[in-house]
């Protein structure tokens, strides 16, 4: 990726899985917090991120990995409070776009 390439903008699929997300919360009532809930109207409404959010990504997704570990993570009749919180923040393609986008950032102030 080209510095000039850059794009802050969250993929389509990173968005997708943000809407899937509140959407889990609403209909079960648990998982993420008031900060991954604005995370996901964030990624949802697919606006340029702050290099700090991209780091505040990264860092999340290494602190919860060990959800996936948990009873009914992925499972969307009976979802984990974890499965939730993963989704509002991106899901997986969230996880591996901020991994990748950090690396060309570093530690770049916000805009």
């Known amino acids: 990726m ?3 390439e850059i794009s802050l903008v969250p993929p389509q699929v990173v968005a997708d899985n943000a809407a899937k997300g509140l959407a889990l919360r609403a209909k079960f ?3 993420g917090t008031e900060i991954g809930v604005g995370r996901a109207q964030e990624l949802v409404a697919r ?21 996936k ?3 009914n ?7 984990s409070a974890g499965y939730v919180a993963w989704l509002l923040w991106g ?9 990748e986008l950090k ?9």
Do not use: C, Y
């Open 73 to 79: 993570f992925g499972n969307e009749q009976n979802p």
């Open 69 to 71: 570990h948990a009873k």
């Open 91 to 99: 899901g997986d393609e969230g996880r591996a776009w901020a991994i």
């Open 2 to 4: 080209e510095p000039d």
């Open 103 to 111: 690396k060309v950032i570093g530690n770049a102030p916000d805009i």
């Open 47 to 67: 606006r340029a991120l702050q290099p700090s959010t991209i780091r505040r990504m990264v860092s999340f997704f290494a602190r919860h990995d060990v959800d």
């Open 29 to 31: 009532g648990r998982g």
